[in-house]
């Protein structure tokens, strides 16, 4: 029988919904994340490290691309930002690097891009087709310099999804390793669809890691940090939706 990704991914959201309490048990966790590691591993043993997600023509882009989290964001700053057109918007890369830097977006736009028509996998169990240009983040970490403790990338986002949240875990964030950092499709998408990325797509840059699902794509971008572990950020999980249940590795 054969089993369609959808049909896979509307499980994976039923699931996570349904066993959201289960998941906070202790020992679970500590289940949960051995089976995640090990599910890592195989995947990584037999998947090509540059292998392409699949591409699509234009005449496949969805006429109605679904956005979801954050569709417009209240934070003061990032309400600023969006009144000024982004022209005070950098987004910093620093942390574990040599040379930190600061671009505006006129520089990133400036920057080696890549252009690609992609499937975006929800958890939630539906997928859109969308086409995005953006700077290929492998030439960004060369020319700020990873160091060679550098293990992990974090992208620090803008918006707050959680103001209840009291223990630094209020702000989205998400985090990758330098496998799929430097994977040629993952990009800083400025553009959707041959046009500015709308803000409730994440303007003015999200993230885009191809083989990852959705979550992992983050939105209203503004650092980059390099960083040895992320335990120390959130509430150590390495992502705004796995410090709630959900794995870090989220391969497909």
């Known amino acids: 029988m054969t089993v369609s990704r959808r049909l896979l991914l509307g499980a994976t959201g039923l699931l996570l919904g349904a066993c959201d309490r289960l998941s906070m048990n202790p020992g679970v966790q ?42 417009g964001p209240s934070d003061p700053e990032y309400r600023a930002l969006v009144r000024g057109g982004f022209a005070d918007w950098r987004l910093a890369i620093d942390g574990l690097v040599e040379r930190p830097l600061s671009l505006s977006l006129a520089e990133l736009r400036a920057q080696p891009s890549r252009t690609q028509i992609t499937r975006h996998d929800c958890v939630e169990g539906w997928s859109s087709i969308g ?91 503004m650092r980059i940090e390099a960083v040895a572990d992320y335990a120390h950020l959130g509430r150590g999980k390495g992502g705004f939706w796995e410090d709630r249940g959900y794995e870090w590795y989220a391969g497909i």
Request: charged share 25%; proline share 6%; glycine share 8%.
């Open 131 to 221: 086409k995005w240009t953006g700077a290929r983040l492998g030439p960004l970490l060369d020319r700020a310099g990873l160091k060679p403790e550098a293990r992990y990338l974090v992208f620090h986002c803008a918006d707050t999804l959680d103001p209840n949240a009291t223990d630094g875990a209020n702000k989205y964030y998400e985090s990758v390793d330098l496998i799929d950092a430097y994977h040629p499709q993952t990009i800083l998408a400025y553009a959707m669809n041959g046009q500015p990325l709308p803000v409730k797509h994440g303007a003015p840059c999200r993230v885009r890691i191809e083989r990852q699902l959705g979550y992992k794509h983050a939105k209203y971008l």
């Open 30 to 71: 500590r289940g949960l994340a051995a089976a995640e590691g090990l599910t890592r591993r195989a995947q990584r043993l037999v998947v090509n490290r540059t292998a392409l997600a699949q591409e699509f023509p234009e005449a496949q882009i969805s006429r109605d691309f679904r956005a979801n989290g954050s569709i």
